[in-house]
């Protein structure tokens, strides 16, 4: 089976340069190397927390999800992000707080990054593509992006990725039978079928990826 989460690490309990340890970024490498970096607290670390998780691949883009995350309120700079690596979008909802929702506006405003998800609750920030998930539904979500997961309407028609399966209507037996020559039924094997790749459930997550699919197909990946 062709394995699209290449890997997933976190690194905890990170001290840089002599300070505390502070919660550190979750960073995950989906399908097309794009690179998710799941976050629950901004804070003045937030870029050496990521050069540190930052895998060797090219990243064809980031997803910046900053969903249920917050932060003391000092400013929110990520040089990590400057000048642009690659295209990023940032995922975000009511619960987008402090430091956090001020990183989105900061890097919305210098970056050109595309916000999807709910509305800021504190009104800082409108997302530019809208996606309503439950609360609990996107907590769980956001712990396992392919687990299928009971969501409101809404939620279940935002996952873009998720296409119909192909559907083969010829039994197995009739396509031995077409694809046999006499005398050799018995050395033949019934076909087997590839197994599908997982298919991403969130639907913040699932647009985030298509949206950066489609732009790596009309622009190059840079950095």
Do not use: C, W
């Not at 990183?103 to 709910?118: E, P, S």
């Not at 076909?191 to 599908?196: F, K, N, V």
Request: net charge negative.
């Amino acid at each position: 089976m062709k394995k699209y989460a290449i890997f997933f690490l976190a690194v905890s309990g990170l001290v840089v340069a002599g300070h505390a340890a502070e919660p550190a970024p979750v960073v995950s490498l989906l399908e097309n190397n794009l690179l998710r970096v799941r976050v629950s607290r901004v804070t003045e670390f937030f870029s050496e927390q990521i050069r540190a998780a930052e895998p060797t691949n090219k990243i064809s883009g980031i997803i910046l999800d900053l969903r249920f995350a917050d932060g003391d309120n000092s400013p929110a700079v990520a040089d990590y992000f400057f000048p642009p690596k690659s295209p990023l979008v940032i995922l975000v909802n009511s619960q987008t707080r402090g430091s956090a929702a001020t990183l989105v506006t900061q890097l919305r405003a210098a970056d050109g990054a595309v916000v999807i998800g709910n509305t800021n609750a504190a009104g800082i920030f409108q997302p530019d593509i809208a996606v309503a998930v439950g609360t609990e539904a996107e907590r769980k979500f956001q712990e396992n992006p392919f687990a299928e997961i009971a969501a409101d309407k809404t939620a279940a028609l935002s996952a873009t990725n998720d296409l119909l399966p192909f559907i083969d209507h010829m039994s197995e037996a009739e396509l031995v039978r077409n694809h046999v020559k006499d005398g050799e039924d018995d050395e033949v094997q019934p076909p087997t079928r590839a197994e599908p790749p997982p298919v991403i459930r969130d639907p913040a997550l699932a647009r985030a990826v298509d949206l950066l699919k489609a732009l790596a197909i009309v622009r190059p990946a840079r950095g």
